[in-house]
């Protein structure tokens, strides 16, 4: 059984920062793509961030220079680093990967950040 939980959530100010982060069971960590997802209030979802199973990373423009995916393959971990948040920011984050066709997601962790 696949299972991703993600942690990290809070409310905080606008400039600050968190690190999300998203256990993963089930599968063979180390060699899956991993995504950061969104969501924000009265909005469609929305990608933020992947990283392949060689480190390779990308970002959506509206994070870009100011989040940081990550992995630790060890203890089957992604992460998500994020810095000088606002308010766009404030969302719903979910971790998210695929096996066998089918797009398994965590069940999210809320970021707020008050302006």
């Known amino acids: 059984q696949v299972l991703l939980v993600e942690s990290g959530g809070a409310l905080v100010q606008a400039g600050g920062s968190l690190r999300l982060s998203c256990a993963a069971w089930?599968?063979?960590?180390?060699?899956?793509?991993m995504d950061w997802y969104r969501q924000a209030p009265g909005k469609q979802r929305e990608w933020v961030a992947r990283?392949?199973?060689?480190?390779?990373?990308t970002y959506a423009d509206s994070v870009k220079g100011r989040f940081t995916i990550s992995r630790d393959n060890i203890n089957r971990r992604l992460f998500l680093q994020m810095n000088s948040l606002g308010p766009e920011d404030t969302a719903v984050y979910y971790c998210?990967?695929?096996?066998?066709?089918?797009?398994?997601w965590g069940q999210g962790t809320q970021v707020t950040v008050s302006s």
């Open positions: 990283i392949t199973s060689g480190s390779n990373t």
């Open positions: 998210t990967t695929e096996w066998r066709a089918r797009d398994y």
């Open positions: 089930g599968i063979n960590f180390r060699i899956h793509t």
